[in-house]
């Protein structure tokens, strides 16, 4: 026979008090710059690499791919942080569309990048600079390791 769990689930809303709203929302913003940080951190320590041992034209282009991500996404970091001081907060549409019109605007600048540059870029730096933008959270986890979770 088993046996269930009692029901401790509550029905009720849970209402929050000024203070409370504020600190969250400004705790999520923190949080928002701070993955927008690492990400900068990680693509400029890729470029350094890049410039030591490849050279100046494959620190451009590392540079160069990551800002086709780190552009349109410090666009919607922004747009996110913005969006918490209004009182019903940032809504999961807006998310999404958002989040949508960043990952267009990140594949436009890409084929930019091609069209305009396409021969003169070392297109292993481009993709490893973009990835490192893409990730640049995990230099994060590495540096703060439990605690980061907690930051954000």
Same mark, same amino acid.
């Given at each position: 026979?088993?046996?269930?769990?009692?029901?401790?689930?509550?029905?009720?809303?849970?209402?929050?008090?000024?203070?409370?709203?504020?600190?969250?929302?400004?705790?999520?913003?923190?949080?928002?710059?701070?993955?927008?940080?690492?990400?900068?951190?990680?693509?400029?320590?890729?470029?350094?690499?890049?410039?030591?041992?490849?050279?100046?034209?494959?620190?451009?282009?590392?540079?160069?791919?990551?800002?086709?991500?780190?552009?349109?996404?410090?666009?919607?970091?922004?747009?996110?942080?913005?969006?918490?001081?209004?009182?019903? $907060?940032?809504?999961?549409?807006?998310?999404? &569309?958002?989040? =949508? *019109?960043?990952?267009? /605007?990140? +594949?436009?600048? !890409?084929? #930019?990048?091609?069209?305009?540059? $396409?021969?003169?870029?070392?297109?292993?730096? &481009?993709?490893? =600079? *973009?990835?490192?933008? /893409?990730? +640049?959270?995990? !230099?994060? #986890?590495?540096?703060?390791?439990?605690?980061?979770?907690?930051?954000?």
């Amino acid at each position: 026979m088993i046996k269930s769990l009692p029901d401790t689930s509550s029905n009720k809303p849970v209402s929050l008090s000024d203070v409370e709203k504020n600190r969250l929302a400004s705790r999520g913003r923190a949080g928002l710059f701070r993955l927008l940080f690492w990400q900068v951190v990680s693509a400029l320590i890729v470029a350094c690499f890049f410039l030591v041992f490849s050279g100046t034209n494959a620190f451009f282009s590392s540079l160069a791919g990551s800002l086709c991500y780190l552009a349109p996404n410090a666009l919607f970091v922004i747009r996110l942080a913005l969006s918490t001081f209004k009182p019903e $907060g940032a809504g999961a549409g807006l998310f999404l &569309v958002f989040n =949508g *019109l960043k990952l267009l /605007l990140a +594949g436009g600048l !890409l084929w #930019m990048l091609a069209d305009v540059g $396409g021969s003169y870029l070392n297109w292993l730096a &481009v993709l490893a =600079g *973009l990835i490192a933008a /893409l990730k +640049g959270h995990w !230099l994060g #986890m590495l540096v703060w390791g439990k605690q980061f979770g907690k930051m954000l």
